[in-house]
């Protein structure tokens, strides 16, 4: 007898974190070929929020504030070489560079404000 | 009035954040009921929640990384995409009964065709073999889930998005018109160079969705890669890992390889479009597009074809009443068509004057990719061969790929052949050819699958009788239809064309009448499939294919037998069930003693 056979208990069965990892791909993809501010920083929010999620909920990662730093530093660096180099795509650079920066704002605001369930216990 | 958009816009995108922020807070509040009392609290970064119920109703397939939902998922994404492309081509058909533009404009006609080459590849073939592969490779080697369950889902959430952009010419979206560069999107049409249409949005639209369903098979791919190498079972060696899971292990290193290729490819091709880059134009030149495009365009004809072959292998077997003959053989072949796969590509170009010796490098390496495929049609042939023949669907499908793969293959060699290929490029005889393969034999096996399968995923039994009219009238429409492309192409029909020479008129009639037969054979496959899993007997043996008899019960089955016999529905009160189950035993025996 099989508890739950092809099903492991380690495993958690759902996650919600997927969904908008694949949605923001496409959003900030769009936004980021055809220029279009909003998208393209909604789009990264979007991908990288949930990526900061995925890893925190997986366990790959102990705090939700670290990885969102090294994304948000990544596409700090990535706006900024398509801003100020020779690219030359200014306003794709700067929605990459907002993103980054709304990315940074939204990590810290959760690390000040938002409190782990297992630490009000 | 176009800042007021961007504000709009802006606005509609904070609202959609702020959405999925509250909703997320919401699903994760959902599982904040952690178990502290089994000491869940001490454990450091060990995941401290299980999961044991999924969430009801819509939900539970948005947030679902259990592989077998995601296999289902990936099955309706693929079977609505084969609906799509299925009408799409019906159209063409239709209107290519009469040699004169009629039912649909040219422009009209050469977006269905882009479009149905592109949704058929990559919106169906690909998906439905991942359909396949994420509901049974996990139980055919013994696995709990996926490797990475998450990148799972991932994975297939990328599709929608990219069949909503593949197909985003076609929605009523102002200035934005279908692609029409054909599946090959060969330059310089595609770079939108030159007084024609191509430079509208719909085509970077379509290459975006393209490239996100690229990314999708390789996240599969990895995913395969290292399920099949680190979550066997330990019963599970080398040496006793089933057919099916060698094809999938092929095929998902054929795709690691073949798919980034595409995806750089396309990105070129944006950039060509929209940044004023030049890799197609001045610096590589139109033939780079081909060389890049077709390097990963064949190998990927053997990402939709092994794991099909390995369904066949898998299948036909069980219904022969024998073990698969030559098993190694086949598994030798299937890693020989793994590795020349990539040897092969410029055979899509031995007319575009490239070099002559490289062209017969080519073309001897194509005609040795004729052996192992051979290897594995005697196998299969051989395996038939004094069995104890049961024709069921699944079965009856299996040989009807055997039968169409022979067609497509050995018209294959021929185009493998320099001299023959120069008379026949770009004729009907190519279309019939890979027509040959792609329904006739791929899609055959992946409805071989479907029926085989079909109580393990439904729990019930389909109607038999509409199970063989759908056979023989895919069969029937399947051969009509493309052999008369094999006959028009040797009349010189060229290929792509909505309007012809009146001569072709009887042909192409023919073949449309050959495909009207396949869409009556596909709805009949439909009203089968739905009604029987809404209303069909359910199964209540766990070998409805009496493979016991024989010997030749696979993982899967056993699984299944397992999961009907302790009554677990899929997700919660798998405990309730079963203690039901127990105690009613118990009392059965007592009462018995």
């Not at chain 2, 998450?150 to 076609?170: K, S, V």
């Not at chain 2, 190998?299 to 069980?318: A, F, N």
């Not at chain 2, 104890?388 to 497509?408: A, E, H, K, W, Y």
């Amino acid at each position: 007898m099989d508890e739950a056979p092809g099903l492991s208990d380690q495993y958690r069965t759902a996650s919600p974190w997927p969904v908008f990892v694949a949605l923001g791909i496409p959003i900030s993809e769009l936004g980021l070929l055809f220029g279009v501010f909003p998208l393209a920083v909604g789009g990264l929010l979007l991908f990288c929020g949930s990526i900061a999620g995925m890893l925190k909920e997986s366990g790959y990662v102990e705090s939700t504030i670290r990885s969102l730093v090294v994304l948000s530093a990544i596409l700090f660096a990535f706006g900024g070489a398509l801003a100020f180099t020779e690219i030359n795509l200014v306003t794709r650079g700067y929605a990459t560079i907002a993103a980054a920066a709304l990315l940074l704002v939204g990590g810290v605001a959760f690390e000040l404000f938002v409190w782990d369930n297992k630490q009000a216990i | 009035m176009e800042v007021n958009g961007q504000l709009a816009l802006t606005v509609l995108m904070g609202v959609f954040l702020i959405a999925v922020a509250a909703w997320l807070a919401r699903i994760e509040d959902w599982r904040s009921y952690t178990p502290l009392a089994g000491g869940g609290a001490v454990g450091g970064t060990k995941e401290q929640y299980v999961s044991e119920e999924k969430p009801s109703g819509l939900i539970r397939w948005l947030t679902t990384v259990d592989h077998k939902d995601i296999g289902m998922l990936y099955g309706v994404y693929s079977l609505i995409a084969f609906a799509v492309g299925g009408l799409m081509v019906v159209a063409m058909r239709i209107e290519l009964a009469d040699p004169s533009m009629t039912l649909l404009s040219n422009t009209f006609y050469n977006s269905l065709l882009t479009s149905h080459g592109i949704t058929m590849l990559f919106l169906f073939g690909t998906p439905i073999i991942a359909a396949f592969s994420n509901y049974f490779i996990p139980l055919l080697i013994g696995a709990d889930d996926m490797a990475f369950p998450r990148i799972n889902a991932i994975a297939f959430w990328l599709l929608p998005p990219g069949a909503l952009l593949i197909w985003a010419g076609f929605f009523p979206i102002p200035d934005i018109i279908p692609a029409q560069t054909a599946w090959t999107m060969y330059t310089p049409l595609s770079a939108g160079v030159g007084s024609g249409n191509q430079m509208n949005a719909g085509v970077d639209l379509m290459l975006l969705g393209l490239h996100l369903t690229g990314v999708s098979a390789t996240m599969g791919a990895i995913n395969f890669i290292a399920t099949i190498f680190t979550e066997r079972n330990e019963k599970v060696t080398w040496a006793n890992l089933d057919i099916f899971s060698w094809t999938i292990l092929t095929q998902s290193g054929l795709i690691l390889f073949a798919f980034p290729l595409l995806g750089s490819a396309i990105l070129m091709l944006l950039l060509d479009r929209n940044f004023g880059t030049a890799f197609f134009s001045v610096d590589g030149g139109a033939i780079l597009w081909q060389h890049l495009f077709w390097f990963f365009g064949h190998p990927e004809v053997y990402i939709l074809v092994l794991p099909p072959m390995g369904i066949v292998s898998l299948v036909l077997p069980r219904f022969a009443g024998r073990r698969l003959f030559g098993f190694k053989f086949v598994v030798y072949s299937t890693l020989a068509i793994g590795v020349l796969s990539f040897g092969v590509w410029a055979h899509h170009m031995f007319a575009t004057g490239i070099d002559p010796r490289l062209r017969a490098s080519f073309m001897a390496v194509s005609l040795a990719i004729a052996i192992p495929s051979a290897v594995k049609t005697f196998n299969w042939i051989t395996t038939m061969w004094n069995g104890n023949i049961r024709l069921t669907t699944p079965m009856l499908f299996c040989i009807g790929f055997v039968s169409n793969f022979i067609i497509g293959g050995v018209t294959g060699v021929f185009l493998a052949s320099i001299p023959i290929d120069l008379i026949l490029h770009d004729t009907y005889y190519v279309v019939g050819h890979f027509h040959y393969i792609v329904m006739g034999a791929i899609a055959f096996a992946g409805f071989a699958g479907l029926y085989y399968w079909f109580p393990i995923y439904t729990g019930r039994m389909y109607q038999t009788t509409l199970g063989k009219w759908h056979f023989w009238l895919s069969m029937i429409g399947t051969n009509l239809t493309f052999f008369v492309m094999v006959l028009l192409g040797y009349g010189g029909m060229p290929r792509r064309y909505a309007t012809y020479l009146p001569q072709f008129a009887t042909m192409h009639q023919l073949a449309t009448v050959g495909a009207l037969i396949l869409l009556v054979g596909q709805m009949i496959f439909v009203w089968n499939f739905v009604q029987s899993w809404l209303e069909g007997p359910k199964v209540e043996d766990g070998d409805p294919w009496d493979l016991g008899e024989d010997n030749l019960t696979t993982a899967e089955w056993t699984w299944f037998e397992r999961k009907l016999q302790t009554a677990v529905t899929d997700g919660g009160e798998e405990e309730d069930a079963e203690l039901a189950t127990d105690g009613g035993e118990t009392v059965t025996d007592a009462d018995d003693e």
